[in-house]
C-alpha cells in the first residue's frame, strides 16, 4: 500500500526540481532572460503593493513576500539548506513548521517553473516590443492558469501557517536560540528565512484582510494578463511599472 510522502521528501523533491532548472536555464542560455523577467515582475509587485510597503503593519510582511519569495536573489545557498536538513525539520519541530517549508519549496518550484518557460518565449519576441507588451505576450505563450491559481493557494496556506506558528511563543524563544547553532552549523541563510517570516507576521496581526488583498490584487492581474486586450493591458502594466521608479 502506498503511502503519501512526507514533508522532507516533498521538500528535496521541489528543490530539486528548481536545482535542475537552474542548471537548464544556464545549459541553454536563457539565466539573463529569466533575470530580466523577474525584475520586471519585482516592479510590478513593488508597485502593486506600494500602499503596504508604506503602511506600518503591512510593510514587514510585504516585504518578506517580495524579498524571500518572489525577490530577484540567488537562493542556491538556502535551498541547499532546507533541502539538507529536510527531515530533521520535520523530526524536531511542530508539523506546521514543516508544512511551511513545504509550501515554500512549492513556491518556490512553481515560480521557477513559470519563469524559466516565460523568459523561454521572451527570448523570442522582438526587442523592440515595450517591456509589458513583451512580457504580457510570453505570459500568454506561457499559459499554465492552473499553476497561477495553485501559487496564490499555497501562498494564502503560507501565510495563514506564519500567523498561526507566530502565537506559539514557546517556538518563538526556540528559533532565537538557534541563532548561534544554525550559523556553526551552515544555516544561517534558514535561520534568517524563518526568523524573518516571524517577525513580520508577528507585527501583522490579523492576516487575513493582508492576505485577502494579495489574492485579489494578483487574481485581477492575472485575469487581465490571460484575458484584457493586448493594448489595453501593456498600458495598464506600463503605467504600473512607471509607478514602480
Known amino acids: 500500500m502506498s503511502q503519501n510522502p512526507s514533508a522532507a521528501d516533498l521538500i528535496r523533491t521541489h528543490l530539486a526540481r528548481v536545482e535542475q532548472l537552474r542548471h537548464e536555464a544556464t545549459a541553454a542560455g536563457w539565466q539573463s532572460a529569466v533575470d530580466e523577467v523577474k525584475r520586471l515582475q ?11 510597503l508604506r503602511h506600518a503593519r503591512y510593510a514587514p510582511a510585504t516585504h518578506f513576500f517580495l524579498t524571500e519569495l518572489y525577490g530577484v536573489h540567488d537562493f542556491v545557498e538556502r535551498d541547499a539548506q532546507f ?8 523530526r524536531l519541530f511542530p508539523e506546521a513548521v514543516a508544512q511551511l517549508a ?8 512553481l ?6 518557460t516565460l523568459a523561454s518565449h521572451w527570448l523570442t519576441l522582438e526587442t523592440s516590443l515595450p517591456p ?14 492552473s499553476s497561477r491559481e495553485r501559487q496564490l493557494s499555497v501562498i ?3 501565510g495563514l501557517e506564519l500567523q498561526r506558528l507566530t502565537r506559539m511563543k514557546s517556538l518563538r524563544l526556540g ?37 485577502d488583498t ?26 504600473e511599472l512607471a509607478n514602480s521608479n
Open 156 to 158: 494564502q496556506h503560507m
Open 111 to 116: 515560480t521557477e517553473v513559470l519563469d524559466q
Open 132 to 145: 509589458a507588451t513583451r512580457y504580457i505576450m510570453s505570459w500568454r505563450l506561457t499559459g499554465s492558469l
Open 83 to 90: 533541502s539538507r536538513i529536510a527531515g530533521a525539520l520535520e
Open 175 to 211: 528559533l532565537r536560540m538557534m541563532r548561534n547553532p544554525a550559523r556553526l552549523a551552515g544555516l544561517d541563510a534558514l535561520q534568517h528565512f524563518l526568523e524573518t517570516g516571524f517577525d513580520a507576521f508577528s507585527s501583522l496581526g490579523d492576516a487575513r484582510p493582508f492576505l
Open 42 to 52: 519585482a516592479r510590478r509587485f513593488r508597485a502593486t503593493y506600494s500602499d503596504f
Open 214 to 239: 494579495i489574492n485579489e490584487r494578483e487574481s485581477r492581474w492575472v485575469a487581465a494578463f490571460f484575458d484584457l486586450p493586448l493594448d489595453e493591458c501593456s498600458a495598464a502594466l506600463s503605467m
Open 102 to 109: 513545504v509550501d515554500l519549496a512549492e513556491t518556490h518550484a
